[in-house]
């Protein structure tokens, strides 16, 4: 039983829960229990919701302190479905790496070429700046300790003019934002690196402790 509690690790879209791996070591090492499922990100929301508790009730069941979230990209957009529709009983505080808050103009490409169903699955539409009432409505209000970390390097120096800048090349750091939101932080790191960099890991670690960056 661990009475600091449990971090479940929610990875991004077309990942896997091992590209949590250095989090969640980091997280053990923290004294916290970890949970990074493998969950189903190509299927709409509700279905990932719906795969997940379960799964995430029976990890809260093994320990005794809070449950934490992180999470990276699309997996941003997970915890938040799932707060507002499954909340766990336990809820502590949440980190999200990179979440496409307010959608990504990348996704709004891949529709407008009706490449979405294809690249994105079912999660497509929650994924685009101007979502449907439903899907905003589904994502829920802000009410529990969040920390936001963005970052402002694209993996590639090339000119990416459908995303304002700064940008992580694939979500600006302004669709990172929320109402409601505790911290925020822009670091030098890139979305798709940004899950193995030590201060990313330190920051996010350090909001789960402090409720602050």
């Given at each position: 039983m661990?009475?600091?509690?449990?971090?479940?690790?929610?990875?991004?879209?077309g990942?896997?829960?091992?590209?949590?791996?250095?989090?969640a070591?980091?997280a053990?090492?923290?004294?916290y229990?970890?949970?990074?499922?493998?969950?189903?990100?190509?299927?709409?929301?509700?279905?990932?919701?719906?795969?997940?508790a379960?799964?995430?009730?029976?990890?809260?069941?093994?320990?005794?302190?809070?449950?934490?979230?992180i999470?990276?990209?699309?997996?941003?957009?997970?915890?938040r479905?799932?707060?507002?529709?499954?909340?766990?009983?336990?809820?502590?505080?949440?980190?999200?790496?990179?979440?496409?808050?307010?959608?990504?103009?990348?996704?709004?490409?891949?529709?407008?070429?009706?490449?979405?169903?294809?690249?994105?699955?079912?999660?497509?539409?929650?994924?685009?700046?101007?979502?449907?009432?439903?899907?905003?409505?589904?994502l829920?209000s802000?009410?529990?300790?969040?920390?936001?970390?963005?970052?402002?390097?694209?993996?590639?120096?090339?000119?990416?003019?459908?995303?304002?800048?700064?940008?992580?090349?694939?979500?600006?750091?302004?669709s990172?934002?929320?109402?409601?939101?505790?911290?925020?932080?822009?670091?030098?790191v890139?979305?798709?690196?940004?899950?193995?960099?030590?201060?990313?890991?330190?920051?996010?670690?350090?909001?789960?402790?402090?409720?602050?960056?």
């Amino acid at each position: 039983m661990s009475d600091r509690g449990g971090i479940l690790l929610l990875h991004g879209h077309g990942r896997l829960g091992a590209s949590m791996v250095r989090l969640a070591r980091a997280a053990r090492r923290a004294g916290y229990a970890t949970l990074s499922p493998n969950y189903p990100y190509r299927r709409p929301l509700e279905d990932i919701v719906d795969w997940l508790a379960p799964r995430v009730a029976a990890f809260e069941a093994g320990f005794t302190g809070p449950l934490h979230i992180i999470t990276h990209s699309l997996g941003g957009l997970v915890a938040r479905a799932l707060i507002a529709a499954r909340p766990p009983q336990r809820l502590g505080r949440v980190v999200m790496l990179a979440p496409p808050n307010k959608g990504s103009e990348l996704a709004d490409l891949l529709f407008r070429l009706r490449l979405a169903r294809l690249v994105l699955g079912g999660a497509g539409p929650i994924l685009r700046t101007g979502r449907m009432a439903a899907d905003e409505a589904a994502l829920g209000s802000i009410i529990y300790p969040l920390g936001i970390i963005a970052g402002d390097r694209p993996l590639f120096p090339l000119p990416l003019p459908l995303l304002p800048r700064p940008h992580d090349g694939k979500v600006s750091i302004a669709s990172t934002h929320v109402a409601g939101l505790a911290d925020h932080l822009t670091l030098p790191v890139t979305h798709t690196l940004m899950v193995y960099d030590r201060r990313v890991i330190a920051a996010a670690l350090a909001f789960l402790k402090d409720g602050a960056f």
